[in-house]
């Protein structure tokens, strides 16, 4: 993909929308290449990016899926690992004038622009403290599965990792389902895509994001999906912005398959 957008980093920036490892075959190339790449190539945190780390330091066991050991194997895993811990939840891009919001998964209904920054910025500050063991022990699990400004502790930082790196569906007062992974075409009964929830805050913000294959791409207005199912033997692919965001191209590349869904 950086081959066919020319890529340079003195003269481009490109964002990666999570998932940067445990299911290709080269999880610590990928990484080292983005650490090399002086700020040009950057990064946000996707559900796997946390597995990682809670593998890593002994918080979750490993399933037959997963691709980590590469990683953790790596005789330079211990740099590989402090830089995905450096790494932001959400992120913005400035386009004439214009703000683009980047997450992994999605954006609560009840989250502005400013609200989702703040968030995130409360489990990146945990990430990047000593109680980073703590939280990847509490991270897992799907309670609760609503968000409101009350929590705390580790149940609100649970809420606001989910939000972020796992949300797909959701009730129509925002209640989150775990369980649900289809594409909109058979949408589970009393569920929607969390981007087509009634009276969403960032509805006028520009968020792209990824993390959900069977969606595949999504080009609208206000809305970008990106992950077209790569490790599946579908596409990567990319979007690059013109002066406005609205000036939009859809770069595809074609990848061999990495694994069986399923």
Not at 20 to 48: Q, Y
Not at 85 to 112: F, I, Y
Not at 214 to 235: K, S
Request: some cysteine.
């Amino acid at each position: 993909m950086l081959a066919k957008i020319d890529f340079s980093p003195s003269r481009d920036t490109a964002y990666l929308l999570g998932d940067l490892v445990n299911r290709g075959p080269d999880s610590e190339k990928t990484l080292r290449r983005c650490m090399k790449s002086d700020g040009a190539i950057r990064a946000l945190l996707g559900n796997h990016d946390l597995h990682l780390l809670a593998a890593a330091n002994g918080r979750r066991k490993f399933s037959r899926r997963d691709t980590l050991l590469q990683v953790l194997q790596a005789p330079d895993a211990e740099q590989l690992l402090q830089w995905v811990q450096q790494q932001p939840l959400a992120r913005t891009h400035e386009v004439g004038g214009e703000t683009l919001l980047m997450v992994h998964a999605g954006v609560h209904k009840c989250w502005s622009l400013a609200d989702t920054l703040r968030y995130a910025q409360e489990v990146e500050t945990v990430l990047q403290s000593d109680e980073l063991p703590a939280f990847l022990q509490a991270m897992y699990g799907n309670e609760p599965d609503q968000w409101s400004e009350q929590l705390t502790g580790m149940e609100r930082l649970r809420v606001i990792t989910n939000v972020l790196t796992r949300m797909r569906y959701c009730a129509p007062d925002g209640r989150m389902d775990f369980e649900s992974a289809e594409s909109t075409e058979n949408a589970p009964v009393g569920l929607m895509p969390w981007f087509d929830l009634p009276g969403r805050c960032a509805a006028n913000t520009t968020i792209a994001f990824g993390h959900w294959s069977t969606l595949g791409e999504l080009n609208r207005p206000h809305l970008i999906a990106l992950d077209t199912g790569c490790v599946w033997g579908g596409c990567l692919t990319a979007v690059r912005f013109g002066a406005k965001l609205a000036e939009r191209e859809l770069i595809h590349v074609e990848c061999e398959q990495a694994q069986q869904p399923g």
